[in-house]
T-cell receptor, first 118, second 108 residues
Framework: GAVVSQHPSRVICKSGTSVKIECRSLDFQATTMFWYRQFPKQSLMLMATSNEGSKATYEQGVEKDKFLINHASLTLSTLTVTSAHPEDSSFYIC??????????????FGPGTRLTVL | GIQVEQSPPDLILQEGANSTLRCNFSDSVNNLQWFHQNPWGQLINLFYIPSGTKQNGRLSATTVATERYSLLYISSSQTTDSGVYFCAVGQYGNKLVFGAGTILRVKS
């Protein structure tokens, strides 16, 4: 149980275009999902918290107009990188939090999306 | 904000050896998770352990919340254990703060 998928796994785009990344919880409902970014040989940094049916909460320094988050259902959150530039190239990982049971705070992570902006 | 420190940063083991990874955190937490990031970037959940001790096969973990540290034990290491091990902690808002990780290399 507690499987999270991401699509696409890898994307290459031209500078100035927008890219949408999907995050799905496959076997549980997630009222809260999270988006992280990881640069090479570094740790994960939280970008934003996505709550179903409400606006996302962005971490300090993350541009909300550049990284659009939509959490339209209990199993799907999307991250859109708008007007992507080479400095946006990174590994983007989503996670989803279970909402019940003995480990109700536990987060499960998707396999990640590697974005390369040319 | 809360600080998370992991040690050691790098660890090289011979296959079959045991190891202990440490995670120190600067404030009280209600979530602590250990992950293994494989070479493809996938984070594998190892333990959800805000307090107490758990074991899963060759791995075990202990969190002493009052002293603000957690330990991950790997016994009889295998080459497939290689990768990066992250400790991440959470407080009231559910979001996780990650440590810098420990890079483990197991040699055959």
């Amino acid at each position: 149980g507690a499987v999270v998928s991401q699509h696409p796994s890898r994307v290459i785009c031209k500078s100035g275009t927008s890219v949408k990344i999907e995050c799905r919880s496959l076997d549980f409902q997630a009222t809260t999902m999270f988006w992280y970014r990881q640069f090479p040989k570094q740790s994960l940094m939280l970008m934003a918290t996505s709550n179903e049916g409400s606006k996302a909460t962005y971490e300090q320094g993350v541009e909300k107009d550049k990284f659009l988050i939509n959490h339209a259902s209990l199993t799907l959150s999307t991250l859109t990188v708008t007007s992507a530039h080479p400095e946006d190239s990174s590994f983007y990982i989503c996670s989803a939090k279970t909402s019940g049971g003995s480990s109700y705070n536990e987060q499960f992570f998707g396999p990640g999306t590697r974005l390369t902006v040319l | 904000g809360i600080q998370v420190e992991q040690s050691p940063p790098d660890l090289i083991l011979q296959e079959g050896a045991n190891s202990t990874l440490r995670c120190n955190f600067s404030d009280s937490v209600n979530n602590l998770q250990w992950f293994h990031q494989n070479p493809w970037g996938q984070l594998i959940n190892l333990f959800y352990i805000p307090s107490g001790t758990k074991q899963n096969g060759r791995l075990s973990a202990t969190t002493v919340a009052t002293e603000r540290y957690s330990l991950l034990y790997i016994s009889s290491s295998q080459t497939t254990d290689s990768g990066v091990y992250f400790c991440a902690v959470g407080q009231y808002g559910n979001k996780l703060v990650f440590g810098a990780g420990t890079i483990l290399r197991v040699k055959s």
